[in-house]
């Protein structure tokens, strides 16, 4: 599977921002997908998951309560909407699928990586 993320952007802390991450391929339904983001200097953070289904969202605390992240299987397409924006979420986001059957929280959990895309909020 491909995956390209997109909807990145400049925002004022506050606001919000949508993202997409589009997949290619036909068994978009066999993977759970991701959210990563990452600062310069800093690893690869876990931000949110979302089952094959789309019934099952796990976010790290930090996010819990401010993105919610959605999935259209139709479309082949997963949505991290982010509310209630902080400097401290500004970051490249990347998502990625997995095969496996749970959801991971870590990077090696997954195979299958987009290209990021950039998000600063500014103050």
């Known amino acids: 599977v491909q995956l390209q993320a997109s909807g990145g952007g400049l925002v004022q802390a506050g606001g919000s921002l949508r993202l997409s991450c589009a997949a290619s391929g036909r068994t978009f339904t066999a993977y759970a997908v991701g959210w990563f983001r990452q600062t310069p200097g800093k690893e690869r953070e876990f931000v949110a998951a979302i089952s094959r289904s789309g019934f099952l969202t796990y976010y790290a605390d930090s996010m819990k309560g401010r993105f919610t992240m959605s999935r259209e299987n139709a479309n082949n397409t997963v949505y991290l909407q982010m509310n209630s924006l902080k400097p401290e979420d500004t970051a490249v986001y990347y998502c990625?699928?997995?095969?496996?059957?749970?959801?991971?929280?870590?990077?090696?959990?997954?195979?299958?990586w987009g290209q990021g895309t950039l998000v600063t909020v500014s103050s």
């Open positions: 990625a699928a997995s095969r496996t059957g749970d959801l991971p929280r870590a990077v090696g959990g997954y195979a299958y």
